[in-house]
């Protein structure tokens, strides 16, 4: 049984998977399997997946003869994963060579369901930022603060399997997290590496783009929504739900900066009231709450939709030149 299983879905990806798959095969932990999973790509990304299985035998390349997206290609990976650890890479990021050893040995010396790493985030503008959320989690000792930057971690396999945990299918932006947020509430333990990280390569084009459609918007909301009832529904945990279902506010009000036209805001702006109604009681509570810009914050305690779309359609150009500007709680793609 290897010691990893690493889950890399492909899809046209020429330009930057040579640099996704050396930071995987010249990890110092050599006992992993690596599962590339080609989503039926038009480019030459299945030909440089085949040059790199002739040169690495730990490789395994699984070609779909249908495009399905990246969840059913991540379940295709679980569904060929042998080993005792789960990972995943987003086929345009990169992971540091001695990722894997550091998280596994912290695995295992503390018996933990998954060991996390931290984030390095290079932004499309050249910029770059670190990630903070094992210090977070490690100051409310509380496993329900990892609720974003899921790559960053191993998962034990049998978490998954005994829960019969799978990424959701027709949803193009937030199955990840969903995922995430499944394993969390099934896991007993979490062991965090501070000095190991995952780099995150943020792209326009991706799902963390400046500008998100509305099929996206609502893809993503109705992930928030799921992760609040799921957390609500399986933990007694107050501080954690508070931080998890806060989060997913905070994203919601980011993207009020990312919309591509008025009808598309005016939903988002209905779905923000009907998500604070529906969670007023947990969102209040949380420091979390305190991130939104207070007018906002205030307007949408007045329960007025109409005053907000006034605000945001009267700041239109300055919204929009904010977005550069905002360090966003999720970064899945």
Known sequence: MPK??????????????KRCLDSVVNQTLSDIEIICVNDCSTDNSLEILNEYAKKYSNIKVIDCKVNGGESRARNIGL?????????FV????????????????????EDADIAKGEL??????????????????EQNNNILFFAYHW??????????TDNKIRFISNHPLGGDILFLNQVILASNSIALVDDVFYHYH???DSGD?????????????DIFNMIAENTKKNTKNNVGIEFIITSWLVQMVNYLYRVEDNSSLKYLISKIFEYFKQNAFYIKNSNKYLEILPVIRNIIEQNDEK?????????????KEMFANLRFVATQK
Not at 79 to 87: K, Q, R, S, T, V
């Open 4 to 17: 990893i299983s690493v889950i890399i879905p492909v899809y046209n990806a020429k330009d930057y998977l």
């Open 307 to 319: 005053k907000l779309l006034n605000f945001c359609l009267a700041n239109n150009t300055k919204r």
């Open 120 to 137: 390095r985030q290079f932004n499309s503008d050249g910029s770059e930022l670190y990630g903070s959320l094992n210090k977070l989690i």
């Open 202 to 204: 943020r792209r326009d």
């Open 151 to 160: 790559w960053t971690a191993i998962f034990k396999k049998s978490i998954v």
């Open 90 to 109: 987003d086929n345009d990021d990169e992971i540091d060579l001695d990722f894997y050893e550091k998280l596994y040995a912290k695995a295992k010396y």
């Open 209 to 221: 783009s400046k500008i998100l459609p509305l099929v996206k918007i609502k893809s993503a909301i």
């Open 79 to 87: 569904d060929n994963a042998d080993g005792e650890y789960l990972a």
